[in-house]
C-alpha cells in the first residue's frame, strides 16, 4: 500500500513562493500517478494538478495554471509541487494523492483513496 507524506507549507506574503514535497513510499514511485489537491475552510476540494508516470503528461487547475509547477523525481521517491506568485485565495491544506491516472477534470484524483495527511499553506500581507 503506498504512503504519502507532504511538507513544504508556511506563511508567506502574496507574490511569494513556496515548494511543496511529496515523499512516497510502499510501492514504486515510477509507477504511479501523482496528484494533489487542496481544501480550504469551507469550500470544496478543488484538484491543483497531476502528474503522469511520464512526465509529458501533466494538468494543472485553472486557477494555478502558469503559477504552479508540478514534477517528479522518481530517484528520490518524490514528488514536487512549485508554487509561484502565491495569491490570497491559495491558502489550504495541500494533499498529494496517488490517482488511477491523471485528467483534465481531476475526477480521479480527487477520489484517490490514498492520500497525505496534508501541509498547510497561509497567504497574508
Known amino acids: 500500500q503506498v504512503q504519502l507524506v507532504e511538507s513544504g507549507g508556511g506563511l508567506v506574503h502574496p507574490g511569494s513562493s513556496l515548494r511543496l514535497t511529496c515523499a512516497v513510499s510502499?510501492?514504486?514511485?515510477?509507477?504511479?500517478?501523482i496528484g494533489w489537491f487542496r481544501q480550504a475552510p469551507g469550500k470544496e476540494r478543488e484538484g491543483v494538478a497531476c502528474?503522469?508516470?511520464?512526465?509529458?503528461?501533466?494538468f494543472y487547475g485553472d486557477s494555478v495554471k502558469g503559477r504552479f509547477t508540478i514534477s517528479r523525481d522518481n530517484g528520490k521517491n518524490t514528488v514536487y509541487l512549485q508554487m509561484n506568485n502565491l495569491k490570497p485565495e491559495d491558502p489550504a491544506i495541500y494533499h498529494c494523492?496517488?490517482?488511477?491516472?491523471?485528467?483534465?477534470?481531476?475526477?480521479?484524483?480527487?477520489?484517490?483513496?490514498?492520500w497525505g495527511q496534508g501541509t498547510q499553506v497561509t497567504v497574508s500581507s
Open positions: 494523492a496517488q490517482p488511477k491516472f491523471c485528467a483534465s477534470s481531476f475526477n480521479y484524483v480527487l477520489a484517490a483513496r490514498s
Open positions: 502528474i503522469n508516470v511520464l512526465e509529458e503528461g501533466t
Open positions: 510502499g510501492i514504486p514511485m515510477e509507477s504511479l500517478a
